[in-house]
T-cell receptor, first 116, second 115 residues
Framework: AQTVTQSQPEMSVQEAETVTLSCTYD???????LFWYKQPPSRQMILVIR??????QNATENRFSVNFQKAAKSFSLKISDSQLGDAAMYFC?????????????FGKGITLSVRP | KAGVTQTPRYLIKTRGQQVTLSCSPI?????VSWYQQTPGQGLQFLFE???????NKGNFPGRFSGRQFSNSRSEMNVSTLELGDSALYLC??????????????FGQGTRLTVV
């Protein structure tokens, strides 16, 4: 079974600064997908960024980028130029590549606060 | 295009009762997954339905069940409610379950409180 670990329960960042959220996972599969989801106070989960394990290039989406280290099973999220609207809970998630399986395995999440 | 709609948004039930939650996926989406979110356990997968068939199931007791209708709308039912069932229940829909390019879109959830 796959597991996802987010060891930092809370982090804080100054507005306009950069912050990195950590995530590690465990799997015996070679092909899979990793995601970062954001959950603001409205509770709606929003996909921030996605990484396919077979791609060596790290995914980027505007101010968001990942550092994907497949051998180390590490998948961190970097938020550049942090904005007040980035304050939310962030979840790292894993999804198998093979089979008809939409199941997402989530980490415990990290609460990010942004200081003005 | 309307997003994933979950009803009701809030629910208070008494121990021993049963409850039904509803999820209307994005138009055209055929896969619906359900998750339970609690402060202690985090987000846990309940089950997934695709074309009216349960395709995957998480590690929850048989009190938790679900179904999907021909229009892809899904319901989940919890019978004999326990205090520990108090949680945020999230529904996610995707175009084709299991296809890697498909993103899962989440609803705003139903907050269930069992007293």
């Amino acid at each position: 079974a796959q597991t996802v670990t987010q060891s930092q329960p809370e982090m804080s960042v100054q507005e306009a600064e950069t912050v990195t959220l950590s995530c590690t996972y465990d799997t015996s599969e070679s092909d899979y997908y990793l995601f970062w989801y954001k959950q603001p106070p409205s509770r709606q989960m929003i996909l921030v960024i996605r990484q396919e394990a077979y791609k060596q290039q790290n995914a980027t989406e505007n101010r968001f980028s990942v550092n994907f280290q497949k051998a180390a099973k590490s998948f961190s999220l970097k938020i550049s130029d942090s904005q007040l609207g980035d304050a939310a809970m962030y979840f790292c998630a894993y999804r198998s590549y093979t089979g008809a399986n939409s199941k997402l395995t989530f980490g415990k999440g990290i609460t990010l606060s942004v200081r003005p | 295009k309307a997003g994933v709609t979950q009803t009701p948004r809030y629910l208070i039930k008494t121990r021993g009762q049963q409850v039904t939650l509803s999820c209307s996926p994005i138009s055209g989406h055929r896969s619906v997954s359900w998750y339970q979110q609690t402060p202690g356990q985090g987000l846990q997968f309940l089950f997934e339905y695709f074309s009216e068939t349960q395709r995957n199931k998480g590690n929850f007791p048989g009190r938790f069940s679900g179904r999907q209708f021909s229009n892809s709308r899904s319901e989940m039912n919890v019978s004999t409610l326990e205090l520990g069932d108090s949680a945020l229940y999230l529904c996610a829909s995707s175009l084709e379950g299991g296809v890697w390019k498909t993103e899962a879109f989440f609803g705003q959830g139903t907050r269930l409180t069992v007293v």
